[in-house]
């Protein structure tokens, strides 16, 4: 069964430090996000890229956070420097889009990040 | 701005029971609606709706799109222990952006 792969699962680290998180999105799968979810706010979309191009970053703080696609089989987001107020689950997911019509996202495990 | 809005936040049951979840949606060019499953960890697709009036069944989870109403609903019949979960509503618009709901939280009482 083929799944997004996110690491780490977990990751406790100190304010100012900086955090990457990965994802391997689904072979074949051109699209590719990244969510932040809290208790306050849900789910919301911070990034997201198509055949490696990013499209919309809006909802990504620009001062500290980045996102990339090196190669299809990874992407990445990055915290530099952390804060407290950045400890969220961070969730990729892909899904495939071909021209009007689109595929379901699937979304990884997530990774559950602590900021002290 | 686009909007999905879910109903009730939360809601317990016994098991047994049917449950009604609500979503309606402002999405500026809508493409689809997404029902979600979440239990401990990652969001699980349950059903994608495109056309009005087509209800789509997965076992005792139904849903169903009213485009004229701007709704959607799913439907837990015969509800078990492992019902249990929130359950996320997404609008599909633009270029595949997704735009979330709160969520509904179902608890299912043995």
């Known amino acids: 069964d083929a799944r997004v792969t996110q690491t780490p699962r977990h990751k406790v680290t100190e304010m100012g430090q900086e955090v990457t998180m990965r994802c391997q999105p689904i072979?074949?799968?051109?699209?590719v996000f990244w969510y932040r979810q809290t208790m306050m706010q849900g789910l919301e979309l911070l990034a997201y890229f198509r055949n490696r191009a990013p499209l919309d970053d809006s909802g990504m703080p620009k001062d500290r956070f980045s996102a990339e696609m090196p190669d299809a089989t990874l992407a990445t987001l990055k915290i530099q420097p952390s804060e407290p107020r950045d400890s969220a689950v961070y969730f990729c997911?892909?899904?495939?889009?071909?021209?009007?019509?689109?595929?379901?996202?699937?979304f990884g495990d997530g990774t559950r990040l602590s900021i002290l | 701005e686009d909007k999905v809005v879910q109903s009730p936040l939360s809601l317990v049951v016994h098991e047994g029971d049917t449950v009604t979840l609500n979503c309606s949606y402002e999405v500026t060019n809508f493409r689809s609606l997404l029902w979600y499953k979440q239990e401990k960890k990652a969001p699980t697709f349950l059903f994608m709706l495109t056309s009005s009036g087509i209800e789509k069944k997965s076992g005792r989870l139904s849903s169903i799109l009213d485009k004229k109403e701007l709704s959607s609903i799913l439907n837990i019949t015969a509800t078990q222990t492992g019902d249990s979960a929130i359950y996320l509503c997404a609008g599909v618009f633009n270029d595949y952006k997704l735009s979330f709901g709160a969520g509904t939280t179902v608890t299912v009482r043995a």
């Open positions: 072979l074949g799968h051109n699209t």
């Open positions: 997911a892909s899904g495939l889009v071909q021209g009007r019509g689109g595929q379901p996202q699937h």
